[in-house]
């Protein structure tokens, strides 16, 4: 599908639900606006029809595009021109939801007729559907042919016929899998699966190619077929049978009245008594493989199958089995990159130049170790002259090529076959990733927000918008179209990156759709653009670009997003973005208050991210933005939210720093999340009003002055500590899952009566403090194993008993524990803390956790302090070697006055432990005991600031 027709769908979505929702409100019951919106809605709902057909459209003719683009303009032109007139009749009203707003519309229609701009805007409108609409029969659109892709050469056939000699990088690989595949196991001689997954380009047809090549020979029958998104079941099936009976031609004769049944019987025929080896390539659906496998049978002769995809998922369904095997391709490295590179252009491993040293390295950055694109880009150079000047083109006009060029005509057909796989609604989501710059981790919760802000998610099936937008985050990563990062111990992934080559792909895309217009460095204008500008994302701005943008009507933009390393100074002024649905301005640290001034003109404004910037002061008239959503301050100096802060009853996510509760915050009924508000400063009020906002999910407050050392518990009024507590309570019974206390000293004690709630908390973090003082003196009463959900509790206790850890250890859902003990040695005994993967303990005055047989069996990550003098060559044990999973352990070595020698000798004992162990154990130590000693220097010294 061009993406075209995806960005269109898009944006005629959100619009025909806006048009209901006017419909099914007071203001629909006024006879000529009703009938006007009727027409409009029938008219766009017959487009939007004939858009989701145009989906399955391969390849659209021009005339397709050209009709969709027209439609798409017309839909976000309709939509402003109703967001604009819903607000001047709710001018004044800033508070509600929209139906709440629609509710109170009571306007004769005289008065509605004053309006005459929007009534005008409204019959261009008509003309314009009534155009587009005469262009499509005239063009007989539905009649015309879509432009076929017959004649073009499969760009995988390089993969399969590569000489050997000339592939890089896929030697280890090659003898790893092979080694694998032909390993026998006497108990288990059923067929056993191997799956290679990877982003398209990565090499995953070529490295199980070179394994094929390598052990075919010891199998009595083999095959090499691929599959595509279209997959014709039948034809390989007898693909299959054509190549394990090469021999017999008769069978070849008599194929071709077979049908999908017969052929797969005849194969299990074929291959009943053979060892075989198959690999099944580009599978992109479950199904397929399902039926496919179904020729195969299990016949105890040690046979083989390689299936070869993009798709995560499928790779885990074609290993079932404990026997198989899922191997996730890896890019080249730096050094297996350059080698392909200068070998494709000069014929030899590194003749570079040095004058193309530097844009050869920046080429190759660019190509992120993706064999195809470093194949594509450098047979395009060899092509140019060796001169610096050109090859600096070539870096520039990367994204460019990619749609224009023959010379990469196959890359970007391979990088293209992801993005026409996804449905209509990942394409979009994927399109707003252009947004960021290059190698830009993107926050997981940041880019939820902004899909749901930007109106491409809708609540389905009883799942919320935000639970919606993030199964589409997980599906992209899934599809291998984003590359996670930061995966966390319950398995979420915390951000996301984007491949240099695929973005571009994207940014090409989001152009020809003016889905996204992007300012880049070495961009001097803003020509060729169809349309107004809807979404801006500015990662450079000069003076000679900030005129030009000066020149543009931006009353049309729905997102802007200026990057940190952009001058904030060169970006318009706010009160031009009046359609802005998204704003931010992340990490923008010359951002200034007098810049946000004419925020309130934003009446569209849903989310507002302000983090990481230097602005000391929120204007008061944000109260004003009735539609906002998010407000993110995390990371600023304002200190101070505005009077009547409250009246944004549709805010869902309010992150502050070092800020009181605001006054009547029990009105924001829709708050999910409230974080970085300090308890001394708020009034005890305000600390009760808490406990009414019966939708929050995750709260996060700071007991004394915040993140001020100096701040502690104690400086926290009774009553305040008491009202909090009542709230608390009250949260307990509606949906609060995640609970952060921060506090520089003092005891939490007054949390002891709390009753958090069962079945719904997650997280409870009260984190080890930089004063190394407890959080609680006693361990708390409700942590009991009736806490069935706690996944993640970070606790700082004065004492700790053997019933403690005990009582622990039956959290059956607890992934991650980080405790802090002031004395005591504890031991873990028994079977416990069946689920747990990462533990973190900081230990004081020779206290330390040894482990029994059958504790912590999932334990992979360990951290932990523990004293020079506690670490005794021959008398000392941490029982390591009962946790059988465990891969990696950090240890702070705290000398205590030690001597180096005894430092050498604690380091011994523990390597020494470790060393038994199964897994091989990696153990880092760090300390200050460590720094006098050479072997350590180059060890990292820093904990991390939320351990203290």
């Known amino acids: 599908m061009a993406p075209v027709v995806s960005a269109a769908l898009g944006a005629l979505g959100p619009l025909l639900g806006k048009l209901t929702g006017l419909l099914a409100g007071e203001y629909g019951r006024l006879k000529g606006v009703?009938?006007?919106?009727?027409?409009?809605?029938?008219?766009?709902?017959?487009?939007?029809?004939?858009?989701?057909?145009?989906?399955?459209?391969?390849?659209?003719?021009?005339?397709?595009?050209?009709?969709?683009?027209?439609?798409?303009?017309?839909?976000?032109?309709?939509?402003?021109?109703?967001?604009?007139?819903?607000?001047?009749?709710?001018?004044?009203?800033?508070?509600?939801?929209?139906?709440?707003?629609?509710?109170?519309?009571?306007?004769?229609?005289?008065?509605?007729?004053?309006?005459?701009?929007?009534?005008?805007?409204?019959?261009?409108?008509?003309?314009?559907?009534?155009?587009?609409?005469?262009?499509?029969?005239?063009?007989?659109?539905?009649?015309?042919?879509?432009?076929?892709?017959?004649?073009?050469?499969?760009?995988?056939?390089?993969?399969?016929?590569?000489?050997?000699?000339?592939?890089?990088?896929?030697?280890?690989?090659?003898?790893?899998?092979?080694?694998?595949?032909?390993?026998?196991?006497?108990?288990?001689?059923?067929?056993?699966?191997?799956?290679?997954?990877?982003?398209?380009?990565?090499?995953?047809t070529t490295l199980a190619n070179a394994v094929?090549?390598?052990?075919?020979?010891?199998?009595?029958?083999?095959?090499?077929?691929?599959?595509?998104?279209?997959?014709?079941?039948?034809?390989?099936?007898?693909?299959?049978?054509?190549?394990?009976?090469?021999?017999?031609?008769?069978?070849?004769?008599?194929?071709?009245?077979?049908?999908?049944?017969?052929?797969?019987?005849?194969?299990?025929?074929?291959?009943?008594?053979?060892?075989?080896?198959?690999?099944?390539?580009?599978?992109?659906?479950?199904?397929?493989?399902?039926?496919?496998?179904?020729?195969?049978?299990?016949?105890?002769?040690?046979?083989?199958?390689?299936?070869?995809?993009?798709?995560?998922?499928?790779?885990?369904?074609?290993?079932?089995?404990?026997?198989?095997?899922?191997?996730?391709?890896?890019?080249?490295?730096?050094?297996?990159?350059?080698?392909?590179?200068?070998?494709?252009?000069?014929?030899?491993d590194d003749p570079c130049p040095d004058m193309l040293n530097e844009v050869s390295g920046e080429i190759l950055k660019k190509c992120g170790g993706v064999p195809l694109a470093i194949i594509s880009i450098s047979s395009m150079l060899a092509n140019k002259s060796a001169v610096k000047e050109e090859w600096e083109k070539v870096k520039r006009s990367i994204g460019y090529a990619l749609e224009n060029k023959q010379s990469l005509e196959g890359m970007n057909m391979i990088l293209s076959l992801s993005y026409n796989d996804l449905p209509p609604n990942l394409k979009t989501c994927l399109l707003y990733l252009s947004v960021f710059p290059e190698d830009y981790q993107i926050s997981r919760e940041r880019l939820v927000q902004r899909w749901v802000a930007e109106g491409?998610?809708?609540?389905?099936?009883?799942?919320?918008?935000?639970?919606?937008?993030?199964?589409?985050?997980?599906?992209?990563?899934?599809?291998?179209?984003?590359?996670?990062?930061?995966?966390?111990?319950?398995?979420?992934?915390?951000?996301?990156?984007?491949?240099?080559?695929?973005?571009?792909?994207?940014?090409?895309?989001?152009?020809?759709?003016?889905?996204?217009?992007?300012?880049?460095?070495?961009?001097?204008?803003?020509?060729?653009?169809?349309?107004?500008?809807?979404?801006?994302?500015i990662q450079h701005i000069d003076q000679e670009l900030a005129s030009a943008l000066a020149k543009e009507d931006l009353s049309h933009v729905r997102s802007l997003t200026v990057t940190p390393s952009c001058c904030i100074k060169h970006v318009p002024n706010l009160v031009q973005f009046e359609a802005l649905r998204v704003l931010d301005l992340q990490g923008c640290v010359d951002l200034e208050d007098f810049d946000m001034n004419g925020i309130e003109k934003l009446y569209q404004l849903k989310y507002l991210n302000t983090r990481i910037t230097r602005i000391s002061k929120i204007p008061s008239r944000i109260v004003m933005l009735g539609n906002l959503e998010t407000l993110d301050l995390h990371g600023t100096c304002v200190q101070e939210l505005p009077v009547g802060i409250s009246q944004l009853t549709k805010l869902r996510h309010l992150s502050g720093r070092n800020c009181a509760i605001p006054n009547g915050i029990g009105g924001m009924k829709k708050l999910q999340l409230l974080s970085g508000f300090v308890i001394n400063s708020s009034s005890e009020v305000d600390l009760e009003d808490l406990g009414n906002l019966t939708s929050l999910e995750e709260l996060e407050v700071y007991l004394g002055n915040g993140v001020i050392p100096s701040g502690d518990v104690?400086?926290?009024?009774?009553?305040?500590?008491?009202?909090?507590?009542?709230?608390?309570?009250?949260?307990?019974?509606?949906?609060?899952?995640?609970?952060?206390?921060?506090?520089?000293?003092?005891?939490?004690?007054?949390?002891?009566?709390?009753s958090p709630p069962p079945t719904s908390l997650k997280i409870f973090r009260a984190p080890m403090n930089v004063y190394n003082k407890s959080s609680f003196k006693n361990f708390p009463k409700w942590i009991t194993p009736a806490l069935t959900n706690l996944a993640d509790l970070h606790i700082n206790l004065t004492e700790l008993t053997e019933d403690d850890m005990c009582t622990l250890?039956?959290?059956?859902?607890?992934?991650?524990?980080?405790?802090?003990?002031?004395?005591?040695?504890?031991?873990?005994?028994?079977?416990?803390?069946?689920?747990?993967?990462?533990?973190?303990?900081?230990?004081?005055?020779?206290?330390?956790?040894?482990?029994?047989?059958?504790?912590?069996?999932?334990?992979?990550?360990?951290?932990?302090?523990?004293?020079?003098?506690?670490?005794?060559?021959?008398?000392?044990?941490?029982?390591?070697?009962?946790?059988?999973?465990?891969?990696?352990?950090?240890?702070?070595l705290v000398g205590d006055g030690a001597t180096p020698s005894e430092t050498r000798a604690a380091v011994a004992a523990i390597r020494n432990e470790a060393g038994y162990h199964p897994n091989h154990v990696k153990v880092t130590f760090m300390g200050d005991s460590i720094d006098e000693l050479e072997e350590f220097s180059g060890i990292n010294k820093e904990m991390s600031k939320e351990d203290g």
């Open 714 to 754: 104690s400086c926290v009024d009774r009553k305040c500590q008491e009202a909090l507590l009542s709230s608390l309570c009250m949260l307990g019974t509606c949906k609060l899952r995640s609970l952060d206390i921060y506090a520089n000293g003092g005891l939490l004690d007054f949390l002891d009566s709390w």
């Open 456 to 537: 491409f998610i809708a609540e389905e099936r009883g799942q919320s918008q935000n639970e919606v937008a993030n199964r589409y985050f997980y599906e992209l990563i899934n599809k291998s179209m984003v590359q996670p990062v930061g995966i966390g111990y319950d398995g979420k992934v915390r951000a996301c990156r984007v491949h240099d080559m695929m973005l571009e792909i994207i940014i090409s895309k989001s152009a020809e759709d003016n889905f996204v217009t992007v300012l880049v460095e070495g961009q001097q204008s803003l020509a060729n653009r169809q349309g107004f500008i809807r979404r801006l994302s």
């Open 34 to 204: 009703r009938r006007e919106i009727r027409y409009l809605q029938s008219e766009l709902t017959s487009m939007h029809a004939a858009l989701r057909e145009y989906t399955e459209l391969e390849d659209p003719s021009g005339q397709v595009k050209a009709w969709i683009s027209l439609v798409r303009e017309l839909a976000y032109d309709t939509e402003d021109v109703f967001d604009k007139f819903i607000h001047q009749l709710g001018k004044g009203n800033y508070g509600g939801g929209f139906k709440k707003l629609l509710s109170k519309i009571t306007l004769p229609l005289k008065k509605l007729a004053a309006r005459r701009g929007i009534a005008d805007q409204i019959d261009d409108l008509k003309v314009r559907i009534k155009q587009v609409k005469e262009l499509k029969d005239g063009y007989k659109l539905d009649d015309a042919p879509a432009s076929t892709t017959h004649g073009k050469l499969d760009p995988r056939l390089h993969a399969l016929f590569a000489e050997e000699a000339h592939l890089v990088g896929v030697d280890g690989q090659k003898e790893d899998l092979a080694n694998w595949l032909v390993e026998e196991n006497k108990s288990f001689q059923n067929p056993k699966v191997l799956s290679i997954v990877g982003f398209g380009g990565l090499g995953k």
């Open 809 to 892: 250890g039956k959290l059956r859902s607890l992934l991650q524990l980080k405790l802090r003990l002031s004395k005591k040695f504890v031991t873990v005994q028994g079977i416990s803390f069946p689920c747990l993967k990462v533990f973190v303990l900081f230990c004081h005055s020779g206290a330390y956790v040894k482990f029994g047989k059958g504790s912590m069996p999932k334990l992979e990550d360990m951290d932990m302090s523990l004293s020079v003098s506690t670490a005794k060559p021959d008398a000392f044990n941490l029982g390591i070697e009962h946790l059988p999973c465990l891969k990696k352990t950090e240890i702070w």
């Open 212 to 348: 094929y090549h390598k052990i075919q020979g010891q199998f009595h029958s083999y095959a090499f077929v691929s599959v595509s998104q279209k997959p014709d079941i039948k034809k390989i099936i007898k693909d299959v049978i054509s190549q394990v009976s090469s021999h017999d031609g008769s069978i070849k004769d008599s194929m071709s009245d077979w049908d999908e049944k017969k052929s797969i019987a005849r194969l299990r025929e074929l291959l009943q008594d053979k060892r075989y080896l198959v690999i099944i390539d580009d599978v992109w659906c479950t199904q397929a493989w399902n039926t496919i496998k179904c020729a195969f049978p299990e016949n105890n002769c040690s046979s083989r199958i390689i299936v070869t995809t993009r798709i995560i998922d499928i790779a885990k369904s074609c290993c079932l089995s404990s026997n198989d095997r899922m191997y996730q391709m890896k890019a080249l490295s730096d050094l297996h990159s350059r080698s392909l590179f200068f070998r494709r252009i000069f014929g030899s």
